[in-house]
C-alpha cells in the first residue's frame, strides 16, 4: 500500500520522540506548524513531495527554531543568532536522522542549513531529509 507525507511526518516525529530530542530543546515538536508567537526552541517537521513509485522517494523538511539573543552593542539592541544553542541542538540531532533504515522505510539527511525569522527574532536550523518508503 502506498504511504503518504501524513506516515513519513509521523516516522520522523517518532524518531524523534524515541531519541529524546525534547530533553535537548526547551520548545515541542510539531508537525506543520508551531504556534503563533511561541520563543521557544521548537521542531517544526513538515513535506515537499512524495512520489508514487514502487520505491516510494519522500523529501521533508526538519526545523529547529532557536530564539536569537538580544545584544546591546553601541548603544542599539540587537539580535544575534545564537550560534551555541543551535550547535548543540545539531548535534543532537543529526544522529537521530542520519542513515536511519527500519522495515518499511529508511531516511537520511541531505542537507542542512540555518535560516533567519526577522520577525520572530529567531534562527532556524533546516534538516533536509530524504525518506524512502517501501511498499
Not at 82 to 106: C, D, H, Q, T, W
Amino acid at each position: 500500500m502506498k504511504k503518504t507525507v501524513l506516515e513519513g511526518k509521523q516516522w520522523i516525529f517518532e524518531l524523534l520522540s524515541q531519541g529524546n530530542i525534547k530533553s535537548v530543546i526547551n520548545g515541542n515538536i510539531y508537525k506543520d506548524k508551531r504556534p503563533s508567537g511561541s520563543t521557544k526552541e521548537d521542531c517544526v517537521i513538515n513535506s515537499v513531495s512524495m512520489d508514487n513509485s514502487f520505491l516510494q522517494d519522500g523529501v521533508f523538511n526538519v526545523n529547529f527554531y532557536v530564539p536569537m539573543l538580544s545584544v546591546l552593542l553601541n548603544g542599539i539592541t540587537q539580535y544575534m543568532p545564537n550560534n551555541n544553542r543551535m550547535l548543540e541542538i545539531s548535534k543532537a540531532v543529526y544522529p537521530i536522522l542520519e542513515n536511519i533504515f527500519r522495515p518499511g522505510f529508511n531516511l537520511t539527511v541531505v542537507n542542512h542549513s540555518t535560516f533567519e525569522e526577522v520577525e520572530e527574532k529567531a534562527t532556524y536550523i533546516n534538516f533536509r531529509i530524504n525518506l524512502k518508503a517501501y511498499n
